[in-house]
């Protein structure tokens, strides 16, 4: 049974930086691509960042300059360094792979919030 277990979120001031992990535990088999989504309160989930296999890094627009996405393929784990954070960067931040067969795995989600 595979399992995703993010960590790395908390409260963080405007400006400031975390960086969000995202291990992998089971037997997943052709990984597609490795996502960061989140999802504010009252608004729809939303991709942040995706890593596909062998190709490059793309983001949403709003965060680009500022995330960076990079993966661990040894471990499974996916990584989401996150700089210049802002207020309305407030959500829950779930870890996603997608694999072959249609397959989906989501993390249990950590909690971001930016504030002074």
């Known amino acids: 049974q595979v399992q995703l277990v993010e960590s790395g979120g908390g409260l963080v001031q405007p400006g400031g930086s975390l960086r969000l992990s995202c291990a992998a535990s089971?037997?997943?088999?052709?990984?597609?691509?490795m996502n960061w989504y989140r999802q504010a309160p009252g608004k729809e989930r939303e991709l942040v960042a995706t890593m596909a296999s062998g190709g490059s890094p793309t983001y949403v627009d709003s965060v680009k300059g500022r995330f960076t996405i990079s993966r661990d393929n040894a471990k499974i784990t996916v990584y989401l360094q996150m700089n210049s954070l802002k207020p309305e960067e407030t959500a829950v931040y779930y870890c996603n792979i997608r694999a072959a067969l249609s397959r989906s795995y989501w993390g249990q989600g950590t909690q971001v919030t930016v504030s002074s």
């Open positions: 089971g037997i997943i088999f052709s990984i597609n691509t």
